[in-house]
Nanobody
Framework: QVQLVESGGGLVQAGGSLRLSCAAS????????MGWFRQAPGKEREFVAA????????PYADSVKGRFTIARDNAKNTVYLQMNSLKPEDTAVYYC?????????????????WGQGTQVTVSS
């Protein structure tokens, strides 16, 4: 059974930083792409960042490019999202997901398994 457990969310002031972690189990982590998505109240789930199994390709949403960094540690079965220069509009529940294959796509439907989410709140 595949499980993804996010952690690291919280309340932070605008301009601050947080690092999210997502620990995976139940499949060979290093074979699959990983992604981060977020969903704000009343809005659809949106792509944030993704990473291929080797970490060589990391697409980002334009809204977070230059501020967020995705990384993975295949030895620890963990993917990270370092978030800097946070803005109030980054407030959302953040979800990690594991792909159906090795492509780091931006489409939620291409991801097979999802975590329960972690709340990030950025105050102004």
């Amino acid at each position: 059974q595949v499980q993804l457990v996010e952690s690291g969310g919280g309340l932070v002031q605008a301009g601050g930083s947080l690092r999210l972690s997502c620990a995976a189990s139940g499949r060979t982590f290093s074979n699959y792409a990983m992604g981060w998505f977020r969903q704000a109240p009343g809005k659809e789930r949106e792509f944030v960042a993704a990473i291929t199994p080797s970490g060589g390709t990391t697409p980002y949403a334009d809204s977070v490019k230059g501020r967020f960094t995705i990384a993975r540690d295949n030895a620890k079965n963990t993917v990270y999202l370092q978030m800097n220069s946070l803005k109030p509009e980054d407030t959302a529940v953040y979800y990690c997901a594991t792909g159906r294959g090795s492509f780091a796509t931006v489409i939620p439907g291409t991801y097979a398994y999802w975590g329960q989410g972690t709340q990030v709140t950025v105050s102004s």
